[in-house]
């Protein structure tokens, strides 16, 4: 127990007065094993070697291969320095490259007449060849210098193409008549392509309300009438009209301006006459389209109109106590063919390809006296119509 109790004393006095030297490595060395740091990754040296390799095999490859300019010029002018030198020395010293088929041709034939000739005559010869490939060589150096391209791969190229002829020069094109021969024989005649042409029909239906006055009577009297009428379209501008209309002529006049084809004498005179006729209107109109966009067009119309008299009812009346006969009455008995001269103003707004509305106002002027009682019937009024295209042109 003592033994135990000296070493309690022994670790507490330790721990309470602990006699330990202070290091800032060891603290530095807990920190970093508390908090440790990411660790980087270091690149081999192998690799960058190997990387630095790659680049510099690249480099020398693509100064290898890349041409260069320099060399392209100091090519042009080796070419050219080398021409001025065959061109400067002796004729008899220029090589020689090509050989003509034709040379060979002309000394395969006349083989044996070289040899019978003697020395003098081939020497000759001999000039004579040379000299004429010398001018040949020179010809294809002044045409390649001045193409200004590569001379080897010309020169090539005239090398291994015998067929070329030094002795054919460049064609000039402005030179050349370029006239094509006349041709012979009979021409075809393009004929025109013929298309069918139907005519144009248009129906309308129409309602027309007038004023009708016997002239010089100073009075009018509301009437009107309805009916159907169908244009004939001619050109662009003109077209045709006719048709058949009932309408109802209701007038006022004097009794003066009454003159009937008649021997029956009144022995009263009445003083005023009053008109109520049945007519059937069929007229004739030649139409002229002055205005004419996508929806809209103006036409002035004229014509000729006859008036048959279908029934013809006449009211009298009188001014004293005295009454003389009061109504009289006329069927069918009066047909005033082309009659009645047609004044219109046409106004047409198109609703689609094949529906339209007009307004035409006009005038009726009486060429000649109308009905039983031999009067100048006029009418001015405005007729309204539906216009429907029942047949359009191919």
Known sequence: MKEGKDIDKLFKDGLENPDLPFNDLDWDSLEEKLHPSPKRRVVPLMWLTAVAGIAALLLVVFLLAKPSADQSKNNLVKARTEKNKNIDKPLND??????????????????????LAGNNNTDKAANRQNTAETQF?????????????????????????????????????????????????KIAKIKEPIFKKKSRLILSILAAPDLTSVQKSGQS?????????????????????????????????????????????FGVTPSNIHANCDVLDIPLNLNYKVFDN???????STGLSSYLMLKEKYSFSYTGTYQGPQDFEVKNENQHYLGIANIGLEFQHKINRNLSISAKPFMKIPLTNIGY???????TGVAVSVNMNLFRKN
């Open 94 to 115: 220029k090589p020689n490259l090509i050989k003509k088929p034709s040379d060979e041709n002309a000394s395969a034939k006349n083989g044996g007449e070289s040899l």
């Open 221 to 265: 009297s509301l009437s009107g009438g309805f009916g159907l009428e169908a244009t004939l379209i001619l050109t662009k501008k003109l077209s045709v009209t006719t048709g058949a209309s009932y309408a109802k002529k209701i007038y006022n006049s004097d009794f003066s301006l009454y003159k009937p084809n008649t021997d029956y004498v």
């Open 137 to 185: 060589v020179e010809k294809i150096f002044t045409k390649i210098m001045e193409a200004g391209s590569d001379p080897g791969n010309q020169l090539v190229n005239v090398i291994y193409k015998p067929e070329i002829r030094t002795e054919t020069e460049p064609i000039a094109f402005e030179t050349q008549n370029l006239v094509l021969a006349p041709a012979h024989g």
């Open 294 to 300: 996508r929806r809209n067009s103006i036409s002035v």
């Open 373 to 379: 009682g031999n009067t100048r019937l006029s009418s």
